[in-house]
């Protein structure tokens, strides 16, 4: 049996409809036969949060009813469902590393992150950036999450293979499992860390590595990216000051800095994401690994705000030819006033160029993206 998850065929499933297909778990069980009807909303997402699967012949033989044909929901809003859902259950993974599923609930995660479509990159990059950083309490699941997709777009970047890409993408999901509880404090706390929290951040990829150790891991390349993910070359990092660290640890160690510093915190301000990507690439001292993730991201990533030589403020929303030119939609006109509607802009055309980012104070605008994708 060929089996698809079940998030990308989310969409076409209703409360108080019979489900069109069975659903199954990860070894093909079936859990919910054809037919059956879950009245609520709430009952179905919660099959996506557990990462369920279908019969890829049950749904060849799926045929929409004519009526429901024009409700399908847009790609963009179904890849929000599928995101929004990845943060949940990443959220209540992080909590729960003594569950006796941990481990191949984690596996299942590294797949659905790996099989996500090129076509969706500059989208994830946008939700990244704009994640409402608000919710303190999200910032673990949220900032591994961000870490593993980034690690995903930038090691396709570099051709790994997909086995070391797949180690790299649970390891950067599981790098701070160590610690979840003190980060989301940490995300509220306003003062710098205590002499008793400073130890425990100092001891977390060891006691990362040794959760998934006990959970039954025998990846080596995941484990070591865990144990060294920040540990420097010439051993200023910690725990252990190692003089080489490995390949995998150093991106995700990049990935890592690059996403906290554009993630805003109690009592620290949010660093612009082009700023970010400049001084991470000075700090590296031109590192390729951190070439790589610029190159990915652009020096204006998807969901930033900046300023077009039009006088008009816009938006990113998918990077260009150039690192320097992407595609912009317009919020509003030169006065500050919003525009009708979005309109799109190419900054590579006389202009249209990039002057300057924008803070987000400075957009009043709402944007989101299931708005500004189709």
Known sequence: ?????????????????????????????????????????????????????????????????????????????????????????????????????FLKQVREMVVRIAGCPESCTDQMIFLIVRHDYS??????????????????????????????????IGAALTMNLGMASLQAKLAMQRTPPTPQQRQ??????????????????????WLLAVEQHHECPGGSGYPKQVQTPGE??????????????????????????????????????????????????GIYPPGCFVKLASGESAVVTRRGLTLKDPLVVALTNPHGEPLGRPVQRDTSQPGRAIVGPLADKAITVQVSADQLYD
């Open 1 to 101: 049996m060929q089996m698809i998850s079940l998030d990308q065929v989310f969409q076409i499933l209703r409360p108080g409809v019979p489900l069109p297909f069975g659903v199954r778990d990860a070894a093909g069980r079936l859990l919910l036969a054809k037919g059956l009807v879950l009245h609520e909303q709430s009952k179905l997402l919660d099959l996506l949060n557990r990462g369920m699967f279908v019969d890829t012949e049950e749904v060849k033989r799926y045929v929409p009813p004519a009526r429901e044909s024009d409700a399908i929901e847009r790609p963009a809003e179904r890849f929000s469902v599928r995101w929004e859902a990845l943060l949940r259950r990443l959220g209540l993974l992080l909590q729960t590393p003594a569950d006796p599923q």
């Open 135 to 168: 919710q303190t309490q999200r910032y673990p699941e949220a900032h591994s999450l961000h870490v593993a997709v980034l690690c995903h777009l930038v090691s396709r970047r570099l051709g790994w293979s997909d086995n070391r890409r797949l180690s790299l």
């Open 200 to 221: 425990e951040i100092d001891a977390h990829p060891l006691v990362s590595a040794s959760l998934l150790r006990a959970n039954g891991l025998q990846d080596e390349e």
């Open 248 to 297: 995998l640890s150093q991106l995700i160690r990049f990935i890592d800095n690059f996403t906290a510093k554009y993630s805003p915190r109690a009592g620290r301000d949010k660093q612009p994401a082009h700023q970010a990507a400049k001084d991470l690439y000075a700090q590296s001292g031109g590192n390729p690994l951190a070439a790589a993730l610029i190159k990915e991201c």
